[in-house]
Each structure stands twice: as C-alpha cells, then as structure tokens.
C-alpha cells in the first residue's frame, strides 16, 4: 500500500516540476503516474511539495544540551529571562543542576549580568546559562558558592571573573578555563542525557522540515551518543558527524575518529549515521575580533586577528585525513583564513591522489575578491548560513566599527559566488541561530532585518529557488547522499515538506508565516 500526493505543487529540484507522485516503502516509486488502487490519498490542498531541507552545518546535539534546560534564545530582556528559568525551575524539581542557554548577552550594558537576578528564581540549586557566543556564562549564587568563587579567587589564564568594586564575583565569567571552575563540579552527562538530546533536536528539526543534517563539532563521547541512537531508533532524521580537529589534539585523536568512523560505516546502509569529514577550524568570528583578516582591524590596527594554526600544521592535518579519505570542511570566517583554507585544499589536491573530495569551506563571511574563482577552480562548496545575509545589529554595531563599511558590507558575496561557478550549501549553524529554514529562506533574496528596513548589498541577492536548491540538492551532494535524497527522484528516500503555500510565489519577506503542514521522513509523517 503506497501513498498518492496530488493537488498541489511539486517541486523536484530546480526548474523541474511534477503533478503527483507514489511512495511506497518509504522511497519514491513514481513520478506523474496514476493512483493505485490501495494508496493513500494525501490532498495536497493547493499548498507546496518539496525534498525535506538538509542542514548541512549544524549543531544538533549541543542544540539538544541546551533543550535539556530553560530555553532563553530570543528573549530580550533580564525579565523574561529570570521568568524562563524560574519556570523551568518550578516544572522541574528533580534537577540538581538548572543549565541552559542562550542568552543575548547584549541586553544588558557590557554583558555583566548579576547572580541576585537568577538567585530571586532560584536560590536552592546552582545555574548556569550560557550566552549565545558560547564563551560566556551568567551563574546564581549558589554555582558561585559550589564553585567556591570569592573575592579572593584568581582569574584563571585567558579567563575572567566579573567582579565588583570590592572584588567579589558579580555573577558572569567569561572563557572556557573560568567556565570550568563552575562546571567542573556540575553532574556528569551521561550517553543516556546525550541520547535523549539527540532525540530531542530530531524532532526539533522533523517539525520545520527538516530530514537530513550534520553535526559539525564532534569530540570524543558525542559520537557514542549518536551511534546509541541510531541503534536505539532515537536517531530519526540522517545526520552526517565532522569530527573535530584541533592543532594539539588530531595526531592523537587521528585514530579514535577512524575507529569511530568503521563503527559507523559497520551500521551498514540502512542506518542514518555517516562520518567522513573532518572539521577544522581556522580562525575565530567578527564579531570578537578574532577572524583572521589580511588587513588590520580599523579599532585594533596592531592586530589582524587569529590564525588558529599555522599553514604547516594545518596542511599536515589536512594531508592526513583527505588521505584517509576524509572530507576536509574548513570553518573560515576572515578573509586570511578563508586563503589559508584555499591554500592548503590546493596543496592537498598537488599532493595526495585524486579522489571525489568534496572539499567545504563553512562561513565564507569575506573572500578576497583576488581569491573568488578559487573555489569552482579547486571544487570547494562554499557553505553559507542564510539567516545571517542581513545587516543585523551584531553586523551593524560589532563588526562594521571594527571593520569598516567596506568590508562589513562585503560579507556574504553569494550572487558573486554563484557567478563564480561555485557550488553553495546551507547550514543553519544551529544553535547559535535558528534552525528553521523558513526562517531564513527568503533572508539571501531580500537581504532585509525579518522585521523590514533596509536591504543590505541588494546587489548579492539570489532568486529563493537558488536557496530552496542550496538547502536540498546541494546540502545533499555535499554530505555525499545525492543519490539517497534531497531532489524528487524515483528511488530516492520519501523525505518530503508539505508547506502550505509555495515559497517560489509570495513576497520573500513573507516567507516565514508559510507553515509546514507535514514532514515525511522515509515516508513517515511526522
Ligand atoms: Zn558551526
């Protein structure tokens, strides 16, 4: 018994339509045929039918971390803050330790926010809140008491305390070596917590239309979790794992991934988990002054920003893994690192044999214009996250002061891109934005705040078709699954979003009010 989709919009892919389509065995069976006589029928009501969205940079497991805890991201003010986590507090009694995320650390001058606000909530057990940057925290007094933080407490290296004038802590610690003076006394996570957080971000993602992605930080333990998910069926989307490499860590981890890696291939065909790429991070964002730039910063000119490795160790990483056969997706944010990522994929391919390598370079925020017909040239995707194409007050405020209009508004090039001949995949970058791709689908057309204003580089616009093809076909090829989804294809897994109107025929800005009315995953609705 199959299912029989008609009365709506078909969208294939690109430019390629269908009246009606067959799934049978969760997989596509036929395009504009007839209805069998046992199908089900779905009415697809006028509305939209399209490959589910592909997340092709995310984080979903520390996205199901913070889900874990009291959820802040969005919320403007101390108030609605301190409400949240109280909340959160009151339903749940049974957890020892309140920690969530992500805070805008912007809604109170400097970001210095006080433990007595959280302490009014919850005064009992220790919290902790992460900020959106995910390199600050804002504790209650009670995790600064188990984290035995006084006045007499010294700063940690490359870490810091808030403090009042009389030296005791005002609440906020900043880096991850103060982070953990607080978090290396909270509960272990156990794979079970990691498992349930996967579980959580799947259904996350199945309820705005997504059916495949990536999980584009993992350390060691994270890929244990998810290879317990799949084997436990917690795992209900497909999901590609980037091992994390770091300068002082990948000769030793180099192993491990590998193991890792043939657990996972042993899974075998069926199962939803994949791990052929490597992560490797080459400098820092904007917004802190840590992207790395090949001119100074105009509020710093002694510094460039960081390279966080150097062009020899990068490419012996590099070396390794591609001859391993691993995918190298290279996060590269300045323009120094996003030719320090060019460089090294063009010695990997003079040196290592030739493969299908699918090189990514994730970000891409500002390209030299000397280095834009590198990426076609060399096969590199360029991996965009279309909810950031508009200048939003992290652009205006943060970055352009430190950059300079030219360069702040010559970030994210995609018409130039495309033109270039480069390929362009989406990520979302969840959780540090939004997952929702209808959130950000018509963001790179109208290049305007969701709320209005402003276009911001109207000359870098591209059609949302080219978007819905970045989100779908491309998402796909890059994590090596074209062949498995992401266009309507007979043979192709049933991994669908029904919309209720097509996002091809309505102002861009409006796109976000289009709801979806089901996702089929594999044929199942969700
Ligand atoms: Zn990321």
Same mark, same amino acid.
């Given at each position: 018994?199959?299912?029989?989709?008609?009365?709506?919009?078909?969208?294939?892919?690109?430019?390629?339509?269908?009246?009606?389509?067959?799934?049978?065995?969760?997989?596509?069976?036929?395009?504009?045929?007839?209805?069998?006589?046992?199908?089900?029928?779905?009415?697809?009501?006028?509305?939209?039918?399209?490959?589910?969205?592909?997340?092709?940079?995310?984080?979903?497991?520390?996205?199901?971390? *913070?889900?874990?805890?009291?959820?802040?991201?969005?919320?403007?003010?101390?108030?609605?803050?301190?409400?949240?986590?109280?909340?959160? @507090?009151?339903?749940? !009694?049974?957890?020892?330790?309140?920690?969530?995320?992500?805070?805008?650390?912007?809604?109170?001058?400097?970001?210095?926010?006080?433990?007595?606000?959280?302490?009014? @909530? %919850?005064?009992?057990?220790?919290?902790?809140?992460?900020?959106?940057?995910?390199?600050?925290?804002?504790?209650?007094?009670?995790?600064?008491?188990?984290?035995?933080?006084?006045?007499?407490?010294?700063?940690?290296? +490359?870490?810091?305390?808030?403090?009042?004038?009389?030296?005791?802590?005002?609440?906020?610690?900043?880096? !991850?070596?103060?982070?953990?003076?607080?978090?290396?006394?909270?509960?272990?996570?156990?794979?079970?917590?990691?498992?349930?957080?996967?579980?959580?971000?799947?259904?996350?993602?199945?309820?705005?239309?997504?059916? =495949?992605?990536?999980?584009?930080?993992?350390?060691?333990?994270?890929?244990?979790?998810?290879?317990?998910?799949?084997?436990? +069926?917690?795992?209900?989307?497909?999901?590609?794992?980037?091992?994390?490499?770091? !300068?002082?860590?990948?000769?030793?981890?180099?192993?491990?991934?590998?193991?890792?890696?043939?657990?996972?291939?042993?899974? +075998?065909?069926?199962?939803?988990?994949?791990?052929?790429?490597?992560?490797?991070?080459?400098?820092?964002?904007?917004?802190?002054?840590?992207?790395?730039?090949?001119?100074?910063?105009?509020?710093?000119?002694?510094?460039?920003?960081?390279?966080?490795?150097?062009?020899?160790?990068?490419?012996?990483?590099?070396?390794?893994?591609?001859?391993?056969?691993?995918?190298?997706?290279?996060?590269?944010?300045?323009?120094?690192?996003?030719?320090?990522?060019?460089?090294?994929?063009?010695?990997?391919?003079?040196?290592?044999?030739?493969?299908?390598?699918?090189?990514?370079?994730?970000? @891409?925020?500002?390209?030299?214009?000397?280095?834009?017909?590198?990426?076609?040239?060399?096969?590199?995707?360029?991996?965009?996250?279309?909810?950031?194409?508009?200048?939003?007050?992290?652009?205006?405020?943060?970055?352009?002061?430190?950059?300079?209009?030219?360069?702040?508004?010559?970030?994210?090039?995609?018409?130039?891109?495309?033109?270039?001949?480069?390929?362009?995949?989406?990520?979302?970058?969840?959780?540090?934005?939004?997952?929702?791709?209808?959130?950000?689908?018509?963001?790179?057309?109208?290049?305007?705040?969701?709320?209005?204003?402003?276009?911001? =580089?109207?000359? *870098?616009?591209?059609?949302?078709?080219?978007?819905?093809?970045?989100?779908?076909?491309?998402?796909?090829?890059?994590?090596?699954?074209?062949?498995?989804?992401?266009?309507?294809?007979?043979?192709?897994?049933?991994?669908?979003?029904?919309?209720?109107?097509?996002?091809?025929?309505?102002?861009?800005?409006?796109? !976000?009010?289009?709801? %979806?009315?089901?996702?089929?995953?594999?044929?199942?609705?969700?």
């Amino acid at each position: 018994m199959g299912t029989y989709f008609s009365n709506g919009t078909i969208w294939r892919g690109k430019a390629s339509y269908a009246k009606t389509l067959r799934v049978d065995g969760g997989v596509i069976v036929e395009i504009d045929g007839a209805r069998s006589t046992n199908d089900i029928e779905v009415d697809l009501q006028g509305g939209f039918l399209a490959p589910g969205f592909i997340d092709a940079h995310a984080h979903p497991l520390f996205a199901g971390r *913070e889900g874990q805890g009291p959820l802040l991201n969005g919320l403007q003010t101390v108030e609605e803050m301190v409400a949240a986590v109280r909340e959160f @507090a009151d339903t749940h !009694p049974e957890i020892e330790w309140i920690i969530g995320g992500a805070y805008e650390a912007a809604a109170v001058d400097r970001g210095d926010f006080l433990a007595q606000w959280l302490d009014d @909530a %919850v005064a009992n057990r220790p919290v902790v809140l992460q900020a959106v940057d995910h390199h600050t925290i804002w504790v209650n007094s009670k995790a600064l008491e188990v984290g035995g933080i006084t006045a007499t407490t010294k700063d940690p290296v +490359g870490g810091t305390i808030a403090r009042n004038s009389d030296g005791s802590p005002r609440g906020t610690l900043r880096e !991850p070596l103060a982070i953990d003076l607080i978090m290396r006394h909270a509960p272990i996570r156990t794979i079970e917590n990691d498992v349930a957080a996967i579980a959580w971000a799947c259904d996350q993602y199945l309820s705005c239309g997504v059916t =495949s992605a990536t999980d584009a930080w993992i350390e060691p333990g994270m890929a244990e979790a998810y290879i317990a998910a799949e084997k436990s +069926g917690a795992l209900t989307i497909d999901v590609s794992l980037f091992f994390l490499a770091q !300068p002082d860590t990948w000769r030793a981890r180099f192993d491990y991934f590998t193991e890792l890696r043939q657990q996972i291939e042993a899974l +075998g065909d069926a199962s939803k988990l994949r791990a052929q790429t490597v992560k490797i991070i080459g400098d820092g964002a904007l917004s802190s002054g840590t992207a790395a730039l090949l001119q100074p910063y105009l509020d710093d000119p002694d510094t460039s920003g960081l390279l966080i490795w150097s062009d020899e160790e990068i490419l012996a990483a590099a070396l390794a893994f591609d001859a391993k056969g691993y995918q190298l997706h290279m996060h590269a944010i300045g323009d120094a690192a996003v030719r320090q990522a060019l460089d090294t994929i063009e010695k990997v391919i003079a040196t290592n044999p030739k493969w299908d390598r699918r090189p990514v370079i994730a970000h @891409a925020q500002l390209i030299d214009a000397s280095d834009m017909h590198r990426f076609a040239a060399l096969g590199v995707i360029a991996n965009f996250q279309p909810l950031w194409t508009y200048l939003d007050p992290m652009n205006k405020e943060l970055i352009a002061p430190r950059i300079g209009d030219e360069r702040n508004n010559r970030q994210y090039q995609l018409a130039t891109v495309v033109k270039s001949g480069t390929r362009i995949s989406y990520g979302s970058d969840w959780p540090v934005t939004s997952q929702i791709p209808l959130l950000a689908l018509g963001v790179p057309t109208h290049r305007q705040d969701p709320a209005g204003g402003q276009p911001w =580089s109207p000359e *870098e616009a591209i059609p949302v078709e080219s978007s819905l093809v970045f989100y779908t076909e491309n998402a796909a090829f890059q994590a090596f699954n074209e062949d498995r989804f992401g266009r309507i294809e007979v043979g192709m897994q049933a991994d669908l979003v029904h919309l209720d109107t097509n996002p091809l025929k309505v102002e861009p800005i409006s796109i !976000p009010a289009i709801k %979806v009315i089901t996702t089929y995953k594999n044929g199942v609705a969700y």
